[in-house]
């Protein structure tokens, strides 16, 4: 194995371990998703929507849902990292920052994997809205675009890990530039809720893609001058 | 013929705010040898540290290491794992892995194959081997120093910075770290600490530099450093 391979598989290893040792990180994320989709459905199916009403706004629901929870998730990724420094020396000592992102990258991509598909299990649970015919599109969808989330998520938690104010500044920092895939993931939940498949050289579903790429790879040459400064 | 310069600082400034916290620092220091920063609480020994090893931009100065600037981003990738650090602070290891996780991690860094055995080689040498089990948050203050100088036994660093490193150290810990530095000396390595311990610096340290208000005040060489750690050291 190369050295990078070695250090990659190392660093994802060490975070897998420390996300399994904090079990209320994990459970309190999950719990977090399950409440949010069962608030929303006090707030929809409990008034009286019907069936077609539910699906119209379950991608809205749905996203919001993943969005605040993945905030939460990865704003937990990085609190090991800041806690006795460290990133700084893992930083360091690989001399391969590039790595150090990627694996970072591939564990939040496994952990909020597990959180989409909480929210999916949950909305299937407790909103009524019936996604059985489409669920296997609809979990490729969610993981396509969380490539993206997770990587400029992972990129800016690093940056408000060092803040008191972490919380509140990941958020506000991260949503508005995931705007563009955010609104190609409504867009291409709904086209797949209302005709039962997707269009792959759609426009919005062509964004995600592109946003995905774009995403990843900026952050990766970024990382270096974040973990520099 | 002086020994060629592997370390040098040219008019390194630092302040925070309006606060000045070193004032035009300029030395050099050759392969294998072993500078001692003393002073008082504030002199700015921490701060020329983290300075030297790339943790904190000086204002205005250079720093270079074997001629590379500390800061520019190919030293980031190559440079930066030849420092061997020792902070005040920190330790640099995961909270919820534990001694041997923690050691194994930095050994992939720097060794790769067969590091398992060097980890225990080293939890033995820095007396952590009952401990290897035990999680990093664990552990004591001394328990947390000494495997922090197991993770420098890993790495193959050409300069070593540390931080008061014989602050929480029991005796038997103290000769330990004496030992990594004369075998680091021999090896060739440049070592860097701040210590109030003048007795340990009698006998280990080439220079003691004396900082005050962020200056150099004073300078002794080996052999003109008084053990006692009074007003004399320098005679």
């Not at chain 1, 929507?49 to 704003?75: C, E, M, R, S």
């Not at chain 2, 540390?162 to 530095?181: N, S, T």
């Not at chain 2, 090896?187 to 340290?205: E, M």
Request: charged content about 20%; hydrophobic content about 50%.
């Amino acid at each position: 194995m190369s050295a990078e391979g070695r250090i990659f598989s190392a660093l994802v290893a060490k975070d897998l371990k420390t996300i399994w040792r904090r079990p209320t990180q994990i459970a309190a994320t999950i719990g977090f998703a399950v409440l949010s989709v069962i608030v929303a459905s006090f707030a929809f199916r409990q008034i009286g929507y019907t069936q077609a009403d539910l699906l119209a706004v379950t991608p809205g629901i749905i996203w919001l849902v993943f969005l605040f929870t993945g905030v939460v998730a990865l704003n937990y990724s990085f609190l090991p990292e800041y806690e006795d420094r460290a990133l700084e020396g893992v930083l360091r000592a690989s001399g391969s920052p590039a790595t150090v992102y990627l694996a970072k990258w591939t564990t939040n991509y496994l952990f909020i994997a597990v959180v989409l598909l909480a929210v999916l299990g949950a909305h299937g649970l407790f909103f009524g809205a019936d996604l059985s015919a489409s669920l296997a599109l609809m979990i490729t969808i969610a993981l396509i675009t969380a490539i993206g989330f997770v990587a400029l998520g992972t990129l800016l938690a690093a940056v408000a890990v060092v803040h008191r104010e972490r919380e509140l500044i990941l958020p506000l920092v991260l949503f508005p530039l995931l705007i563009p895939l955010l609104a190609g993931a409504v867009f291409v939940t709904r086209e797949l809720l209302s005709h039962g498949s997707i269009d792959l050289s759609g426009f919005w579903f062509v964004l995600i893609c592109v946003f995905d790429i774009v995403s990843l790879a900026v952050s990766t040459v970024l990382f270096e001058h974040v973990a520099a400064s | 013929m002086k020994p060629m310069a592997h370390v040098s600082l040219d008019g390194v400034s630092k302040a925070f705010g309006f606060v000045p916290a070193l004032s035009n620092i300029t030395f050099k220091a050759g392969r294998g040898e072993t500078l001692c920063f003393a002073g008082e609480n504030g002199a700015g020994k921490s701060t020329l540290l983290r300075c030297i090893c790339g943790l904190l931009r000086p204002d205005t100065g250079k720093i270079l290491i074997s001629d590379k600037d500390v800061f520019s981003a190919s030293a980031r990738r190559t440079l930066w794992k030849q420092i061997g650090v020792l902070e005040q602070g920190a330790s640099f290891f995961y909270e919820d892995l534990t001694c041997a996780e923690n050691l194994q991690l930095y050994a992939k860094f720097s060794l790769g194959e067969n590091d398992e055995k060097q980890v225990l080689r080293v939890l033995e040498r820095v007396g952590l081997s009952q401990s290897r089990v035990q999680r990093f948050r664990e552990l004591s203050g001394g328990m947390r120093k000494r495997l922090a100088l197991g993770r420098l036994l890993l790495q193959s660093p050409t300069v070593l910075v540390m931080d008061e490193p014989f602050a929480h150290l029991d005796e038997a810990g103290e000769e330990v770290l004496l030992e990594m530095i004369e075998e680091y000396r021999c090896a060739g390595v440049t070592i860097f600490y701040a210590s109030h311990r003048i007795d340990l610096a009698s006998r280990n340290a080439d220079r003691v530099i004396v900082l005050e208000h962020g200056r150099i005040v004073d300078t002794a060489q080996r052999g003109n450093i008084s053990s006692d750690g009074s007003e004399t050291l320098l005679q």
